[in-house]
């Protein structure tokens, strides 16, 4: 306390004046001594007491606050703004004014009044939360305002209303969403829901799941009747087991699974979605607790991939039936980007946005969609096309102008042909065929999509219903498009020759591949490949479309003639002699015999254990043996051999046709399978499973025994596949 205490009232009662009001402005007033004792003894609860009982306007909380602060005081702005010679900042306080904004603190300038930041508190004033906030009180102390936020629990019950949804929460509703959980029972297992399905023989079904790992990790798809279907998907690694279905992840451990298969047989069977254990075990101890999550499952015909043939998607339903587990909602994180869910959908169910380019009917046609082009020397053009194989599946993309190319592409095995030429594969048959040039010269030209006959170029003898699927096409000079309406093949911008379009008549469906998937030949590229042989060998037509297709680099060892056995009459040790010649740094051999150690060759069949090259058995386990001398650490494959037709009679597969010792072409067949099984040599049964035989041969081949180009196509696209399956397998 100062030596003198000051006090403020709005009615100063002055005790020798016969208690009448002071005249204002009220300046500071001096308090006898003994009032100075009594309000230097109050306590600050006491002092804000002593401020209501003096009758101080806007019950000022901070008594001390205002002795320090204000020097002169006004009862209105009006009269403070009368009072110009004050000295320069001057501090005063208006506090009875009838507008309540002009109460306050002021301070002097050349006798000019301006308000200060400093304004006076309401202590009588309250402040309390409202609707979703709480708390507050009197304005004599400091308040807080609490605003309280959803627990996680709230947010996903969503029936709080006193609680606010902050974005945490918010974020936490978004990625959590009822999925529904598969659980394990207690004791022996086998978790399963099934429902049985119709099939209809020929049909080609793919059939998905939206999946996630719980405890468990690994979902199988499983029919064994009509639609025999045997796949796993490990939701740990996001991956499946044998490469051969496609996976894609939609985000926090989410992954749409499918599998594509074709019944065999119009019958009922079981479609089951299994849950297997870490060992991939069907049946397995359950613990009672663990289990996996599934969104949803779907299935439809690829022919018409719109259509949902299940009965229910969510396997909660009671179309389903649960066998050792239960099937309940469950709250789980929700995908990571929905849009990759839908897109993925898009893609599973495909758009009616492709046009298929139909040849006229007769000889000499040149079937051709076309636009021109204006070429300038030196720019970069890439002319790109979403093509897809019909009943033709040759795509030819040219110019006659001056970007002057002449590129083909196969839209069955995937391989382009012509300087500039590239093709990827987008999934489900679709591919990306692109041709990028640098205009050597100045011009105009034309700029087409021409339809290829199986073999050859054009003119070729159209039938008036065949042709291939186009999606889009595209022309850029130097990154700009040119063709800002490229996929309106039926409108005036493109020309057609001998050529009808139909307008958005196929679906464009593709798949998000792999890096691994769009690529044919990823398994075999850079490798080196040795292949024995007969004259199906030699001369090539299988060897140098299956060498592109491979991407290796390949050794033709086929021997005109020869037999793989010492025995034979004819190209004895042909084959087995060529062993020496085998590359050492070799990653893959390939060993076809058997048609003429069957036919003119006839060398002695033998039996199976036998190890030596005498007999046909026999040189097959000497020929493994010295391959594997030769090239250590080669893959060993054995192609068997197929029959011919009538055209050339020795070497069909009748039974009746028998060579010299009585044995037929099916018994060298099974000797090559025997001996492979045998010794663990992979087998690709191209006898038996390729398409060639005694009634097939006249497209295939050009004398009913050795392969045309049409052949060697088939061959190579046969025996591709089949190693594919080798190398998803590690076999290689």
């Not at 109460?103 to 006076?120: C, D, E």
């Not at 587990?325 to 893609?347: K, M, P, Q, S």
């Not at 379009?501 to 990823?522: F, G, K, Q």
């Not at 060298?668 to 049964?685: M, S, T, Y």
């Amino acid at each position: 306390m100062t030596e003198k205490v000051y006090i403020f009232a709005k009615t100063y009662y002055d005790a020798t004046a016969d208690r009448t009001f002071a005249a204002g402005p009220y300046p500071w007033r001096v308090l006898d001594a003994g009032l100075q004792t009594r309000i230097a003894a109050l306590t600050g609860d006491q002092v804000t007491e002593l401020t209501a009982l003096q009758d101080v306007p806007g019950q000022i909380s901070d008594l001390a606050a205002l002795i320090a602060t204000a020097q002169v005081f006004y009862t209105t702005k009006a009269v403070m703004d009368a009072d110009t010679g004050q000295a320069d900042d001057t501090l005063a306080l208006v506090f009875d004014d009838s507008t309540p904004a002009n109460n306050g603190l002021y301070s002097s300038t050349s006798g000019v009044w301006s308000a200060t930041t400093l304004q006076l508190v309401n202590a009588s004033r309250t402040v309390t939360g409202g609707g979703l906030a709480t708390g507050g009180g009197a304005l004599s102390s400091d308040q807080v305002i609490t605003v309280s936020e959803a627990s996680e629990a709230e947010a996903l019950a969503g029936t709080a209303s006193d609680k606010v949804m902050t974005p945490r929460r918010a974020a936490a509703i978004m990625l959590t969403r009822p999925g529904t959980k598969i659980t394990e029972a207690s004791g022996a297992v086998t978790p399963t829901v099934y429902d049985t399905y119709s099939w209809t023989s020929g049909l080609t079904y793919q059939i998905e799941a939206i999946a996630r790992a719980g405890e468990r990790g690994k979902l199988n798809v499983y029919c064994s009747l009509g639609l025999i279907i045997n796949k796993t998907f490990d939701l740990d690694a996001g991956i499946s087991t044998d490469g051969s279905v496609l996976v894609t992840a939609l985000g926090n451990g989410w992954y749409w699974c499918r599998v594509t298969g074709t019944a065999t047989a119009s019958v009922n069977g079981n479609l089951q979605f299994r849950m297997l254990d870490a060992n991939g075990n069907a049946s397995y101890t359950g613990d009672g607790t663990s289990g996996l999550y599934v969104n949803s499952v779907s299935m439809v015909d690829t022919a018409a991939p719109t259509v949902e043939l299940l009965p229910e998607t969510q396997l909660t339903a009671a179309a389903w039936t649960k066998l050792t587990v239960t099937v309940a909602a469950a709250d789980v994180e929700n995908f990571g980007d929905a849009a990759r869910l839908d897109a993925a959908h898009a893609a599973a169910i495909g758009t009616m946005t492709a046009d298929k380019f139909i040849e006229a009917s007769g000889a000499g046609k040149y079937p051709s969609v076309y636009r021109s082009v204006v070429g300038t020397s030196g720019r970069a053009y890439v002319h790109t096309v979403e093509a897809k194989a019909g009943e033709r599946h040759r795509l030819n993309l040219f110019n006659n102008g001056g970007l002057a190319y002449d590129c083909t592409f196969d839209l069955l095995r995937g391989i382009a042909s012509g300087t500039g030429a590239s093709m990827t594969h987008l999934g489900e048959g679709w591919y990306e065929c692109v041709v990028t040039k640098t205009a050597a010269g100045t011009g105009s030209g034309n700029s087409q999509m021409r339809v290829y006959p199986a073999s050859g170029a054009q003119p070729y003898t159209g039938d008036g219903v065949s042709g291939l699927l186009v999606n889009s096409a595209s022309m850029t000079e130097d990154g700009t498009e040119l063709w800002p309406l490229g996929s309106v093949f039926s409108g005036t911008a493109w020309t057609k020759a001998d050529v009808t379009v139909d307008p958005d008549s196929a679906i464009y469906r593709t798949i998000n591949l792999s890096a691994a998937e769009t690529t044919s030949t990823d398994y075999f590229v850079g490798k080196k490949w040795a292949a024995l042989g007969t004259s199906i060998t030699d001369q090539a037509y299988y060897f140098t479309p299956l060498e592109t297709l491979l991407g290796v680099t390949g050794q033709n060892l086929g021997a005109s003639g020869g037999s793989i056995a010492s025995g034979a009459h004819y190209g004895s040790l042909y084959i087995y002699n060529e062993i020496t010649n085998i590359d050492a740094a070799s990653d893959l051999v390939t060993i076809e015999a058997g048609a003429n150690d069957f036919g003119t060759g006839n060398s002695t069949l033998g039996a199976l254990g036998d190890t030596t090259t005498a007999t046909f058995y026999g040189a097959l386990y000497a020929s493994v043996v010295a391959i594997q001398a030769q090239a250590a650490n080669a893959l060993i494959v054995f192609l068997t051999p197929y029959g011919s037709d009538s055209r050339t009679a020795g070497y069909t597969a009748l039974p009746s046709n028998t060579n010299a010792a009585g044995d037929t072409l099916l018994d060298f067949q099974n000797a090559v399978r025997e001996v492979a099984n045998l010794l663990g040599i992979p087998c690709i049964d191209v006898g038996g499973e390729a398409g060639f035989g005694y009634l097939s041969n006249t497209t295939w081949t050009s004398d009913g025994l050795h392969l045309n180009t049409l052949g060697g196509e088939r061959y190579a696209d046969y025996v591709k596949a089949k190693l594919d399956e080798l190398a998803v397998a590690r076999l290689i």
